[in-house]
């Protein structure tokens, strides 16, 4: 089994940063792409952004050129830098990850969410 455990949310002024971490754990092979994925009260789930293997990355468009995601490949972690947050980009904020265990072919996996609130 895989376990992604998901910290660094909390509650941060209009402006301010916060910085996600989603770690990775368990009988893991291989990590094709790890990705975050928010919701906000009474919306839809929706990418935010996501990094693969290869090394490309992407951003939905309302958080280009704020939002930085990384991975740390040796620790199957992935980050999520957020720079200029908006009251709009408060929401659940989860982890997701395509991850190869052994003896399994890839499966997606979801950690349990971490909670962002930015006030005006």
């Known amino acids: 089994q895989v376990q992604l455990v998901e910290s660094g949310g909390g509650l941060v002024q209009a402006g301010g940063s916060l910085r996600l971490s989603c770690a990775a754990s368990g009988n893991i092979v291989s990590i094709n792409s790890m990705s975050w994925y928010r919701q906000a009260p009474g919306k839809a789930s929706e990418l935010v952004a996501g990094a693969i293997s290869g090394g490309s990355k992407g951003y939905v468009d309302s958080v280009q050129g704020r939002f930085t995601i990384s991975r740390d490949l040796a620790k199957n972690t992935v980050y999520l830098q957020m720079n200029g947050l908006k009251p709009e980009d408060t929401a659940v904020y989860y982890c997701?990850?395509?991850?190869?265990?052994?003896?399994?072919?890839?499966?997606?996996?979801w950690g349990k969410g971490t909670l962002v609130i930015v006030s005006s």
């Open positions: 997701h990850a395509e991850v190869q265990v052994t003896d399994h072919p890839f499966m997606e996996y």
